[in-house]
Structures are given as structure tokens and as C-alpha cells.
């Protein structure tokens, strides 16, 4: 069956860096997105991957996918504040049209 | 570029009546996805369209309907509203003919029902 999961909560100290991980069992999940959702607001994408690629740069954000144990993280360098919010992962299935599972979402809390 | 737009932003409804959401996609875009989020079940996909088709359909009762029009915009309508209804609903639009396409979110309609 098709299901994302995610650590619920992660504290980090402005300046270091963040590191979201996340898991997927469906193995046909082709397309693999990172969201950040801040209060009250819809959905931002950040970023994605394709399923077959093992690592995405852009900017602060660095994705790492490993299709061997279906897992996937996306890591923030020089977090601020500014980043404090709640980020999802969600896969995409090719067929699936444009059908996404995410996952519960992790809280990013920045503290000074 | 305009994003995908969403109305009303709020809405408060009580038991037993119906509610219609509207999505307006971005400019050239033909699917439009709908969500609901809530804080126990998280965010759940409900329907799909493209070219005023419905292609794809998540495991929600026959109390929640869609359509799309012929410029794209869709509306989502929920009938007979329960409690359990209040959420987040999102839209979220791609350009997507097939396969899966990067979507891009509205920022929601908040429905309570009272």
C-alpha cells in the first residue's frame, strides 16, 4: 500500500543545519516533493526529485534519496528562523496522475 | 504569473448543509487536485480533474463531488456536512496531460462546521 511517514518534531539552533528525514514503502513513488507549510498558509513546494536521481542541490536545500530503503531527507544548511515551519514529503506516482501521499509532516522549530 | 487561488478563505457552516469550494488554477494549467487537512488524518487527497474529467479519486465518501469547468477552474461541493468536515481544503494545479506533474497549492479554504 501506499504510505509516507515522517518524524513529527525537530529543534534545531539557528545557523546549523536541519536534516528532515522521511520513508515511503510504495517502491513505484517516481516523483518524491518536499512542502513547507507555514501557519495558516497552503503548500510551498521547495523542492523534488525523481526516483531515479540519488541527491538534489539547490541552494540551501540538499535532497538525498535512497530507493535501496525507500528513504528520502532533505537537509537545510545555515538554518534561520525564517525556516520555521512544518515540511512534508510526499510521493507521486507515475499512472497516478497527479495523486500525492504525504506524510504527517515535521515540525521545524529554529531557536536562537 | 498569478497562483492558484482559492475561495472563499473561510467559511462556517452548520450540520446538514452543503458548501461548494472554488479553485482557480494557474494560468495555462489543466489538472486541478483537491485535499482536505486535518489535524488527525493529516492531508488526503480527494479527487482529481483534467479537461473536465475526473481521473482519479481518493477514499472519501459520495458526499464530496468536484467538476471542472471548461477554463479549468474547478469547484469541489460537499453535501450534508458532518462535523468531521471541518478542515483545510486545498487545490492544487499542474500543467500535467499525464503522468505526474509538479503541483503548486492555493492557500486553502477553512471550513468549520458548527
Known amino acids: 500500500g501506499e504510505d509516507v511517514e515522517q518524524s513529527l518534531f525537530l529543534s534545531v539552533r539557528e545557523g546549523d543545519s536541519s536534516v528532515i528525514n522521511c520513508t515511503y514503502t510504495?517502491?513505484?513513488?517516481?516523483?518524491l516533493y518536499w512542502y513547507k507549510q507555514e501557519p495558516g498558509a497552503g503548500l510551498q513546494l521547495l523542492t523534488y526529485?525523481?526516483?531515479?536521481?540519488d541527491m538534489k542541490q539547490d541552494q540551501r536545500l540538499t535532497v538525498l534519496l535512497n530507493k535501496k530503503d525507500k528513504h528520502l531527507s532533505l537537509r537545510i544548511a545555515d538554518t534561520q528562523t525564517g525556516d520555521s515551519a512544518i515540511y512534508f514529503c510526499?510521493?507521486?506516482?507515475?499512472?497516478?496522475?497527479?495523486?500525492?501521499?504525504f506524510g504527517a509532516g515535521t515540525r521545524l522549530a529554529v531557536h536562537p | 504569473k498569478a497562483g492558484v487561488t482559492q475561495t472563499p478563505r473561510y467559511l462556517i457552516k452548520t450540520r446538514g448543509q452543503q458548501v461548494t469550494l472554488s479553485c482557480s488554477p494557474i494560468?495555462?494549467?489543466?489538472?486541478v487536485s483537491w485535499y482536505q487537512q486535518t489535524p488527525g488524518q493529516g492531508l488526503q487527497f480527494l479527487f482529481e480533474?483534467?479537461?473536465?474529467?475526473?481521473?482519479n479519486k481518493g477514499n472519501f465518501p459520495g458526499r464530496f463531488s468536484g467538476r471542472q469547468f471548461s477554463n479549468s477552474r474547478s469547484e469541489m461541493n460537499v453535501s450534508t456536512l458532518e462535523l468531521g468536515d471541518s478542515a483545510l481544503y486545498l487545490c492544487?494545479?499542474?500543467?500535467?496531460?499525464?503522468?505526474?506533474?509538479?503541483?503548486?497549492f492555493g492557500p486553502g479554504t477553512r471550513l468549520t462546521v458548527l
Open positions: 492544487a494545479s499542474s500543467g500535467s496531460g499525464g503522468g505526474v506533474d509538479t503541483q503548486y
Open positions: 510504495d517502491s513505484s513513488s517516481t516523483y
Open positions: 526529485i525523481f526516483s531515479n536521481m
Open positions: 510526499a510521493g507521486g506516482i507515475s499512472g497516478g496522475y497527479n495523486k500525492l501521499i
Open positions: 494560468s495555462g494549467h489543466r489538472s
Open positions: 480533474y483534467f479537461s473536465e474529467t475526473q481521473r
